[in-house]
């Protein structure tokens, strides 16, 4: 599985940026490359991020935690 990340400098949060972004590279990961499926892994209690993931149609898939910290495991298949 490939993973979508997206991290901005705090200036330009809450713009609407990683929403496009991450908007734009599920689409081409979907349509031009044909990739299965993306996902995203978020530190638990990153509610920002865990926003842009859902916007982009992706669900929570399970939690896991790797060296002490908690993740949250969002997934997307393509359609």
Do not use: H, Y
């Given at each position: 599985?490939?993973?979508l990340g997206y991290?901005?400098?705090?200036?330009f949060w809450h713009q609407g940026y990683a929403t496009e972004a991450a908007l734009a590279v599920r689409d081409f990961?979907?349509?031009v490359l044909g990739?299965?499926?993306?996902?995203s892994l978020i530190r638990v209690g990153n509610l920002a991020s865990k926003r842009v993931a859902e916007k982009?149609?992706?669900?929570l898939a399970d939690d896991f935690t790797r060296y002490e910290t908690r993740y949250w495991r969002y997934a997307i298949q393509r359609p």
């Open positions: 599985m490939v993973e991290d901005f400098r705090s200036d990961a979907f349509d990739l299965p499926g993306l996902i982009v149609g992706m669900k």
